[in-house]
């Protein structure tokens, strides 16, 4: 059985680089410390060997299906519902008198990617529960949070978050679902809901759609959408189930995450679909970004889960496998020696460096969202604004790295596996089927390019990214002062310049009110700061390592903090110098993708 992550790595990232037991001076946190954390991931550990690794093939190879209006998912998700319930896996981080564990973000996190790496079919079930009881939570009424919270929780009621309609995918300005209002909160729902991910299956008994729908005579545009409860199965007023004409109508069948469901639902055929207003009419998408943002995060774990399980994987096999001769200082083969293992062969450790280089960057980046996460919750003041600014900054190129750079680590395993990689009996084909989604997933890559140019650049007079260049250049200070390290934090301070320029270059064009020019490579400029960003990462990792290597009482072994400082290394000489590239590409006053004057583009 393949090992599919690296408990270590994944402790010294918590612990050492980004420091979570910072956050326990919080009274909010205070019954935690390091030994209950350890146990608490040794947990989630235990839990993944047990009921989600053994199960991944499985899920692939027999995927959910519809059948006779019903969706059957694989029989172990009901056991995982309930287990995830009855030991508060489903509230890690709410208040302990909603059945939670009061866990911070940071250490919840850390223990989804260890299910993630296991199987990436099943936490998104899980995920999409709590994070829509953690929307009623916040911005329902107490009755709402009465009759739902609980038995969301307790793993007896699902959760979705229900936005895309057939005619307007990711443009939600387009949303036709109706509300019209009956009384006392109650509306009445009629329309239909697409690629709504765990939106059904037969392993719990009822399912709330967090629905975003236009009240009748309500604005157009985004300033017109609200946010319900919509519930598969209403209560009564005897307090019993009644269905409440919201059902599934298929399920779409996938390349990859073939068992996680997704579906399509259909409101009030009947006429009979009651939906419960949360919060304030016309404010739903501004409720909505909570969770979406939330899911963002969640999609950039999946994806470094994902490409970490397929490292594991492919590293197993270059150790394994014997093939061709070591190429002699002669520049000849010695025939008369015996095949060696072809992670001997200096390509094939490139590949291998590179997905190291890309998931464990990606890990810290997201354990730091998850940080500022908890510390924007938990700050007062200026401070507390200043960790939401950074937190939203990121939050685009957290999602957007693992999900583009984690499907080309898993590709670089699978060519690691040859001809093997390619077929059905290994399993990062599978891997690599399955991370393809997640550049899709809440928001496409481009969607999150323009978010970072368009909205996170220019907020506040551009705020967010001083605050994210200040905490950079701490970095590279003190990177300068390791005498191993100062060649490094200038390369990093000159990718910095780099971004400036861009930055400098394409300014002009949205001071003059040309934003088709000015976004026309914000996919490119995702990948140019999405570079800087994650070199910072390997320098911080470098930094960390450099100090425990001096220190006698080793939390781990001196190769293992070898091998953080060589990947730091590998990234920098390999990766980092691509900044150059697309500074080239974006500072290239060929316009050949946006639309001529004549309203048309040559193909």
């Given amino acids: 059985m ?56 499985e899920m692939d190879e027999k995927p959910v299906y519809y059948k006779d209006d019903k969706v059957y998912s694989h029989p172990i998700l009901k056991k995982i519902f309930k287990d995830a319930g009855e030991n508060s896996w489903i509230g890690t981080y709410f208040d302990y008198e909603d059945g939670g564990m009061q866990m911070p973000h940071t250490l919840a996190n ?38 739902f919270i609980p038995n969301m929780l307790a793993g007896k009621w699902g959760g979705t978050m229900a936005l895309t309609e057939p005619q307007s995918g990711s443009s939600l300005t387009d949303i036709v679902t109706s509300a019209a209002p009956l009384e006392n909160g109650i509306y009445k729902i009629n329309g239909q809901k697409i690629f709504i991910s765990g939106g059904d299956h037969e392993a719990v008994e009822n399912f709330v759609h967090l629905t975003l729908a236009r009240i009748d005579g309500a604005p157009q545009g985004t300033k017109g959408i609200s946010l319900f409860v919509v519930p598969k199965y209403r209560l009564d007023a005897n307090g019993s189930l009644v269905y409440n004409d919201v059902k599934a109508v298929a399920d779409f069948q996938k390349m990859g995450q073939r068992g996680y469901s997704t579906v399509h639902l259909v409101y009030g055929e009947q006429n009979d679909c009651e939906g419960y207003l949360v919060g304030e009419p016309n404010q739903g998408l501004k409720y909505m970004f909570q969770m979406m943002n939330g899911a963002r995060i969640d999609v950039g774990m999946t994806a470094a889960s994902t490409a970490t399980a397929a490292y594991y994987a492919s590293l197993q096999y270059a150790n394994e496998r014997p093939q061709g001769r070591k190429i002699l200082n002669t520049g000849k083969k010695d025939v008369s020696e015996g095949q060696t293992l072809i992670i001997n062969h200096p390509d094939v450790r490139r590949m291998l460096l590179l997905q190291k280089a890309i998931n464990e960057a990606s890990l810290s980046l997201l ?7 908890d510390l924007a919750h938990s700050e007062q003041g200026e401070e507390k604004e200043n960790y939401h600014l950074l937190l939203e900054f990121l939050t685009p190129v957290a999602k957007t790295y693992p999900s583009e750079m984690g499907r080309i680590a898993i590709n670089n395993g699978l060519q690691i596996l040859g001809g093997y990689g390619y077929c059905m009996d290994f399993p990062l084909q599978q891997y690599l089927r399955d991370i393809r989604i997640m550049a899709i997933y809440e928001g496409t890559t481009g969607i999150q390019s323009l978010d970072l140019l368009g909205r996170k650049i220019p907020a506040q007079n551009g705020k967010s990214l001083e605050l994210l260049m200040l905490n950079i250049s ?36 949205a001071a003059q009110g040309d934003f088709e020019n000015y976004l026309a490579d914000a996919t490119i400029f995702m990948e140019m700061a999405a570079n800087v960003i994650i070199a910072e990462q390997w320098l911080k990792m470098a930094l960390n390592a450099k100090t425990a290597l001096h220190n006698e009482n080793k939390k781990f072994e001196k190769s293992f903090y070898e091998s953080k400082i060589h990947t730091m290394k590998f990234y920098f000489k390999y990766e980092l110098p691509k900044i150059k ?23």
């Fill in 2 to 57: 393949a090992k599919y992550m690296c408990m270590n790595t994944l402790k010294f990232l918590l612990f050492d680089v980004h420091k979570v037991q910072d956050l326990l001076k919080f009274e909010r946190f205070a019954d935690y410390d390091e030994d209950s954390m350890n146990i608490l991931l040794e947990s989630a550990k235990t839990w993944a060997d047990q009921d989600f690794y053994p199960y991944y093939k």
């Fill in 110 to 147: 850390a223990t989804n990617h260890i299910i993630e790496a296991a199987n990436n079919h099943i936490p998104g079930y899980l995920g999409l529960t709590s994070g829509a009881a953690h929307l009623i939570a916040s911005f329902g009424t107490d009755a709402l949070k009465k009759t």
């Fill in 367 to 373: 354990l730091e969202c998850s940080k500022l996460s």
């Fill in 474 to 509: 701490k970095t590279i200070r003190s990177a300068k002062e390791d005498v191993d390290l100062a060649s490094y934090a200038d390369r990093l301070a000159s990718g910095i310049s780099d971004v400036q320029k861009a930055l400098g270059y394409l300014m002009p064009y």
């Fill in 581 to 603: 590239a697309n500074l080239s590409t974006i500072m290239n006053s060929d316009k050949l993708t946006t639309v001529d004057d004549d309203n048309k583009v040559i193909f």
